[in-house]
C-alpha cells in the first residue's frame, strides 16, 4: 500500500529563515506525490505535484521540493519564510495501486513562523 | 473561472439524523472525490465518481454514500448520524485524465450533537 510519513507535526521558523518540512513516501510502483497548504477553515491549495519528470518541483509562494528516489523522500523547501506561510502542510501520494485520485495523505505538518 | 463550491460551508445535526452535502466541481471536470478531516484520523479517502459511476472507494461504513449527476455535481449522504461523524468534509475535483491535479473546495464543517 502506499503511503507517506511527515516527520515532525509542527516546524518553528523565524521569519526570513529556510523552511524545511519532510516527507517520506512508500509505494511499490513510481508514486505521484503532492504537497499541499491548508490555512485555518479552508480547504486544500496545491503547491506543487512530483510526476515522474524533473525531480526538482517549483510550486507556488517560492516553495519547492526535490524527489529523491534513494532516499524515497520529497521535502518540501523555502529559502526565506513569510509570516504568511503559517499554516498547515501536508504530503499526498497516489499512484496506480491506489488509483491516480485517490490521494493517501501524511498526517500534516503546521508551520509557525516567528517575528 | 470558479472554483469547485461546496455546500452548506456549516451544518450542526443531531444524533440519529441524516445529512446531505453537495460539491460542484470546476467547470470542465468530470471525476469527483470526497474525503473526511478529523483531528484524530486526519484527511482520509471516502469514494472518487467519474461519468456519474462510483470509481473508487475508501474504507468506511455503509452509512456513508454519495452519487453524482450528469452534469458532474457530487453529493454525499451520512446516515444515521454518529458523534465521530463530526469532521470537515473536502471535495475535490479533477479532469482525471490526463492530469491528476485535484483541485479543493473550502469544505463543510459538519458538527453532530
Known amino acids: 500500500a502506499q503511503s507517506v510519513t511527515q516527520l515532525g507535526s509542527h516546524v518553528s521558523v523565524s521569519e526570513g529563515a529556510l523552511v524545511l518540512l519532510r516527507c517520506n513516501y512508500s509505494?511499490?510502483?513510481?508514486?505521484?506525490l503532492f504537497w499541499y497548504v491548508q490555512y485555518p477553515n479552508q480547504g486544500l491549495q496545491l503547491l506543487l505535484k512530483?510526476?515522474?519528470?524533473?525531480?526538482l518541483v517549483k510550486g507556488i509562494n517560492g516553495f519547492e521540493a526535490e524527489f529523491k528516489k534513494s532516499e524515497t523522500s520529497f521535502h518540501l523547501t523555502k529559502p526565506s519564510a513569510h509570516m504568511s506561510d503559517a499554516a498547515e502542510y501536508f504530503c499526498a501520494v497516489s499512484g496506480v495501486n491506489t488509483g491516480f485520485q485517490k490521494l493517501v495523505f501524511g498526517t500534516g505538518t503546521r508551520l509557525l513562523v516567528s517575528p | 473561472k470558479a472554483g469547485v463550491t461546496q455546500t452548506p460551508r456549516y451544518l450542526i445535526k443531531t444524533r440519529g439524523q441524516q445529512v446531505t452535502l453537495s460539491c460542484s466541481p470546476i467547470s470542465g471536470h468530470r471525476s469527483v472525490s470526497w474525503y473526511q478531516q478529523t483531528p484524530g484520523q486526519g484527511l482520509q479517502f471516502l469514494f472518487e465518481?467519474?461519468?456519474?459511476?462510483?470509481?473508487n472507494k475508501g474504507n468506511f461504513p455503509g452509512r456513508f454514500s454519495g452519487r453524482q449527476f450528469s452534469n458532474s455535481r457530487s453529493e454525499m449522504n451520512v446516515s444515521t448520524l454518529e458523534l465521530g461523524d463530526s469532521a470537515l468534509y473536502l471535495c475535490?475535483?479533477?479532469?482525471?485524465?490526463?492530469?491528476?491535479?485535484?483541485?479543493f473546495g473550502q469544505g463543510t464543517r459538519l458538527t453532530v450533537v
Open positions: 475535490a475535483s479533477s479532469f482525471r485524465t490526463g492530469s491528476t491535479e485535484a483541485f
Open positions: 509505494s511499490s510502483v513510481p508514486p505521484y
Open positions: 512530483y510526476t515522474s519528470a524533473a525531480t
Open positions: 465518481y467519474f461519468s456519474e459511476t462510483q470509481r
